[in-house]
């Protein structure tokens, strides 16, 4: 017999034992949800419900069939620490289901709530999780802003391109980054039309992003723009960055854009504020 308080997964029978030396065993599988998980949820003890979270946390999406029960719970409203667990537990399940209830907290006054909803909506997902990590975008707290910059760019939300250009103008440094994955043509220029007005290792964390993205996504020609401009600053720190990509260009790669970027590096090799060790490099 069991004993109290196992997790469910020691319950199940060992793998069985390899007999060929050298042989790797698979890697136990998410628990299966007990059958009383939705009784424990409902009722309304701190401890059961806790304990019901921690088995459709450690289920992962088979934990997919508890999410309305969670949902209403949420919605009914829990303690600060049930709440957290909840939201968590909801991300594991990566159950799209619950990403309106996740969303909701997003508005709630607990800044860690709010971090911990942003975080759980990356995980659940889907267009109603986007919109409203757009929304997020404006929040007050400063990880809350990040988390969803940062999930936008993950989710390849496109329509948020505008909101996270509005987003980088308004210090959230990690909007850069999602739009060098999500900016079209005209919007990639922009992004490098940043540089000077915005700090260079912030704007560069995107264009690092177009430069390295496939030539379906984005043409030679508008990452040599790019690399012309970055060229045209003449900094150690454009040199630096430069230097980096070139380090990083796929050897099958475009060839103009190779040579675009070692021309580039030798033009910033003696760039203002390099010191002797630097130009001998």
């Known amino acids: 017999m069991l004993a109290a308080g196992a997790s469910p997964v020691l319950a199940r029978d060992p793998a069985p034992r390899s007999h060929g030396a050298g042989r790797a065993t698979a890697a136990p599988g998410p628990a299966s949800l007990p059958q009383d998980t939705a009784k424990r949820l409902k009722s309304g003890d701190a401890g059961q419900i806790k304990g019901a979270l921690d088995d459709v946390r450690a289920a992962g ?10 949902a209403e ?6 303690s600060p620490v049930l709440t957290e667990a909840a939201l968590e537990t909801l991300a594991a399940t990566e159950s799209p289901a619950a990403t309106n209830v996740v969303a909701l907290y997003l508005r709630h006054r607990n800044t860690e709530l709010r971090r911990t909803a942003a975080r759980a909506l990356t995980k659940t997902g889907g267009p109603d999780a986007a919109k409203a990590l757009r929304l997020a975008l404006s929040d007050s707290d400063a990880q809350v802003r990040g988390i969803a910059a940062t999930a936008l760019g993950g989710m390849k939300a496109r329509d948020a391109v505008e909101d996270l250009f ?16 999500l900016c079209a043509d005209a919007e990639c220029i922009r992004l490098a039309g940043k ?23 984005i043409n030679d020609d508008l990452k040599i ?37 070692d021309q580039a590096v030798l033009a910033t090799a003696k760039s203002p504020g390099r010191d002797g060790s630097e130009a001998a490099e």
């Open 166 to 181: 509005v987003a980088l103008d308004h210090k959230v440094p990690e909007a850069a980054s999602s739009l060098g994955a």
């Open 73 to 78: 719970l949420l919605r009914g409203g829990l």
């Open 195 to 217: 540089l000077g007005s915005v700090s260079f290792d912030v704007v560069t964390t995107g264009l690092d992003g177009v430069l390295m993205r496939p030539p379906a996504e």
């Open 61 to 70: 999406r088979n934990g997919a069939a508890a999410v309305p029960v969670i």
């Open 225 to 261: 723009e790019i690399v012309g401009r970055l060229r045209e600053l003449g900094t150690a720190e454009a040199h630096h960055f430069l230097k980096g990509v070139q380090a990083r260009l796929p050897a099958k790669g475009s060839a103009r854009v190779k040579k675009a970027v």
